[in-house]
């Protein structure tokens, strides 16, 4: 639980929470055209998933906020670039929504999709 | 008159009707990032958050740089092959989000365009639709009103144009209006641009390349931005002063609103015969000119805009004399920090500006690292601030909440003991060092510190870079802002304004200590005039100023 004390009481942002902010501002990063299971390791991938934390991992340890995430990478674009841009982004709308510093953001491509030959 | 108005078709198209093969493919990409480096810092200023850390222009530019690089010395005459190796360059140094969707769009045309000898114009609208497909697949959900909205608009346009035209040129021509078009409607889809009254950077940058290669083909300059005229907030009249040439010996700027459109073509011309470090900007209808003239031509800029409309505001300022107080104020600006024997409790404080440096260096901090609100300081700059001091017991003083991480990390690369006060504001940070006791117990005075941090309150006085709106408070861009504690507090017309009914809303005559920090931007004689204001309205506080000297923020206010 990520936790703040005020006069009027306390609030806690759980890291499921977090995970669905991360998520969803993954997806919107151009060049992930999908999000993996960290536990799936070979190529099984769900670009779609129901689930608003599917390949996003948050660690809190009560001081610092970190967040693992297993993306699927358009095959032909840059992934240094593209990788770089999720953790910016992620981290960017993490601590815009919590007002917390983020410790780190990790970014496993954990694949490629090829959707069109050169 | 819109600044971006794209290329004047009366203009004689010398080289519109060459073949598009390899080398005019060159020539072609050569003029889209030259003329994107021109106007680099327009797409950079296009940022949706007020801070000035815009830096698409500087990747998108990064981007077409690697690709030309990969074209440049190449002999290859099929325009095909060509465009491959500008896709592959585009890939190989796609910088940023806007980088690697410009290397998409690329690599969707270069596929397209397969080894064809020479371009025409059924494969452009083609290779334009290909573009597009290749760029909105690299996401799982395209954002609207962004770059991808502008290859498709680009592409919708070259096929409506297709039946028109037979010359592949002329479709550019298309492309380049409907992408204007198209930037344009990019705050109608995407309401954070709204919010922040700018379009959309990454398209504005595609524009760009695709302006700069038609204004190529109607033989119009790339590398000076003649017809472009950025938002006034924008303008950065502060670093001139390092760009004198000889001979230019002042500086004048006037605020005019023309009678007519203004021929910027022109006017441009006319004022390039009387100086040098020409610069335009508009806001509301009023346009600003800054100019760097010779001593006999002081008058010139003035006469010749008062023949084209109202002036509203004229100012002429001596460049050398201001050069030779510049010098003489680095050499005042000395001081002498405080000494730390072994053992001692050592404070390290950020500070954005010399005077407010001096300030902590008389109040016994022993080390500073220059760094504030756009400049933060790495966290090496402040582990070497320390690392060297005499004693392994040591607090830093941010004195920025975008600073307190830094600090933080400092903390946990060293074997000294490090505390991190979490001041946000100056004034924080100066209230937090008059509790500093170098030979008392650490975590007393750590806690002694952290607790003086809640009884000052800041403010913090500035121009807004852009228009928006948070925490319920309407900003024009150029007008004046007031922070309470970090918080947007209010806009108004002047910094005096802004001080006064920041000191009102802070409920400063419940306070003992008004302190005015007075920024670089702040004339010595108006922080006194401020002074003297606030000194009326509050008698019963004690008001010190002080030269603060840190940039962007007119006045820093402290109140305890």
């Known amino acids: 639980m990520t936790g703040e004390t005020n006069p009027l009481g306390s609030i806690h942002v759980s890291p499921r929470a977090i995970a669905t902010i991360a998520f969803h501002a993954a997806r919107e990063s151009y060049g992930v055209v999908g999000l993996a299971n960290k536990n799936l390791v070979n190529g099984l991938t769900q670009a779609i998933a129901k689930d608003p934390t599917h390949g996003v991992e948050v660690q809190y340890d009560g001081n610092r906020i970190n967040i693992d995430i297993y993306i699927v990478v358009e095959y032909g674009t840059r992934i240094k670039s593209v990788a770089s841009s999720v953790s910016n982004t992620v981290r960017y709308h993490v601590e815009k929504a919590l007002g917390l510093p983020v410790n780190q953001v990790n970014v496993h491509v954990r694949g490629l999709r090829i959707s069109e030959v050169d | ?560």
């Open chain 2, 1 to 560: 008159m819109r600044a971006d108005s794209s290329v004047s078709t009366r203009s004689l198209a010398k080289l519109k009707y060459l073949p598009l093969n390899g080398p005019a493919l060159k020539k072609l990409v050569e003029a889209g990032l030259t003329w994107l480096r021109t106007n680099q810092q327009i797409v950079n200023s296009l940022n949706v958050f007020p801070v000035p850390d815009g830096d698409t222009g500087t990747n998108m530019v990064l981007t077409m740089q690697t690709a030309y690089d990969e074209i440049m010395n190449s002999p290859e005459y099929n325009f095909g092959k060509l465009a491959h190796a500008v896709a592959h360059g585009a890939l190989m140094g796609a910088r940023g989000n806007s980088g690697v969707i410009l290397s998409q769009i690329w690599r969707g045309f270069a596929r397209s365009v397969g080894n064809q000898e020479i371009l025409d114009a059924p494969s452009l609208v083609q290779a334009l639709a290909v573009a597009r497909d290749t760029a909105y697949k690299g996401v799982v959900r395209p954002v609207e009103g962004t770059i991808l909205t502008v290859t498709k608009d680009i592409a919708a346009a070259a096929e409506l144009a297709l039946p028109d035209y037979d010359n592949p040129t002329d479709i550019l021509v298309e492309v380049v209006e409907a992408a204007n078009l198209s930037v344009q409607r990019t705050p109608d889809l995407l309401p954070v641009l709204k919010e922040a009254g700018v379009v959309d950077a990454g398209g504005k940058g595609l524009f760009f390349i695709l302006e700069g290669m038609v204004r190529y083909l109607y033989g119009l300059p790339l590398d000076t931005a003649l017809t472009t005229v950025q938002p006034l907030a924008a303008m950065q009249l502060e670093n001139t002063l390092e760009s004198i040439e000889p001979g230019q010996d002042f500086e004048v700027v006037v605020d005019f609103q023309p009678r007519d459109t203004l021929d910027l073509e022109g006017f441009y011309q006319n004022l390039e015969a009387m100086g040098t470090s020409i610069q335009l900007g508009e806001g509301d209808g009023i346009y600003r000119l800054h100019i760097h003239v010779p001593t006999e031509k002081r008058y010139d800029p003035i006469d010749y805009t008062m023949s084209l409309g109202t002036i509203t505001k004229v100012s002429i300022e001596n460049l050398i004399a201001q050069m030779s107080s510049i010098e003489a104020a680095a050499q005042g600006s000395k001081m002498t920090l405080a000494p730390v024997e072994p053992g001692q409790i050592a404070a390290i404080a950020v500070s954005p500006g010399a005077g407010i440096s001096r300030v902590f260096a008389s109040l016994g901090v022993a080390a500073i690292v220059e760094g504030g609100q756009t400049m933060n300081p790495s966290t090496q700059e402040i582990l070497n601030a320390f690392e060297n001091l005499t004693t392994d017991r040591i607090v830093i003083l941010p004195n920025n909440k975008n600073i307190i991480l830094a600090a933080n990390s400092a903390r946990e690369l060293t074997v000294k003991k490090v505390a991190v006060i979490p001041s946000r504001s100056i004034p924080q940070g100066l209230a937090a060092i008059l509790r500093l006791d170098p030979n008392g117990d650490f975590d007393k005075v750590v806690a002694d510190m952290t607790r003086a941090l809640d009884e000052v309150e800041s403010g913090e006085i500035t121009t807004a870079t852009r228009s928006v709106e948070i925490d319920g408070v309407q900003v024009k861009e150029g007008q004046t802002i007031a922070l309470h504690n970090g918080k947007l507090l209010l806009a108004a017309a002047s910094v005096e304004e802004a001080c006064m009914r920041l000191l009102k809303e802070s409920h400063a005559e419940h306070f003992e200590l008004i302190t005015l920090y007075g920024g670089i931007d702040l004339p010595r004689a108006e922080l006194n005039r401020i002074a003297d204001l606030v000194r009326r309205e509050y008698p019963e506080q004690d008001v010190e100023v002080q030269d603060g000297g840190q940039p962007h923020y007119q006045l820093i206010l402290s109140i305890e």
